[in-house]
Nanobody, 126 residues
Framework: QAQLVESGGGLVQPGDSLRLSCLASGDALNQYVMVWFRQAPGKEREFVAGINWDGVNTYFGDSVKGRFTISRDNAKNWLYLQMNSLKPEDTAVYFC???????????????????WGQGTQVTVSS
């Protein structure tokens, strides 16, 4: 079973870009649906973006559509989240998550995923 480790978070200004990465170890990434969630203080975990097992289909939460992109490199076991035009309301801890299923869609509820990274903090502030 894979283990997930996120990286790339930090403090940026509104309008900046940031790329998050998630490295999977212990299993082949092409067996998994992969997603990004985020959680701000006092709020529920929110679906941000997801990608099916082979990278053909991508999905985004309404609040990030048009600004974020998700991609994966199955050969190297990496998942990425490119975040552009960042806003203060994007401030949160970002988690990558995985479900071992070669689905051509993604689940948007956190309970569907049993593998989680430790999270990486993204802070957008001037």
């Amino acid at each position: 079973q894979a283990q997930l480790v996120e990286s790339g978070g930090g403090l940026v200004q509104p309008g900046d870009s940031l790329r998050l990465s998630c490295l999977a170890s212990g299993d082949a990434l092409n067996q998994y649906v992969m997603v990004w969630f985020r959680q701000a203080p006092g709020k529920e975990r929110e679906f941000v973006a997801g990608i099916n097992w082979d990278g053909v289909n991508t999905y985004f939460g309404d609040s990030v559509k048009g600004r974020f992109t998700i991609s994966r490199d199955n050969a190297k076991n990496w998942l990425y989240l490119q975040m552009n035009s960042l806003k203060p309301e994007d401030t949160a801890v970002y988690f990558c998550a995985a479900r071992r299923e070669r689905a051509n869609f993604v689940y948007t509820r956190p309970s569907a995923y049993n593998l989680w990274g430790q999270g990486t903090q993204v802070t957008v502030s001037s």
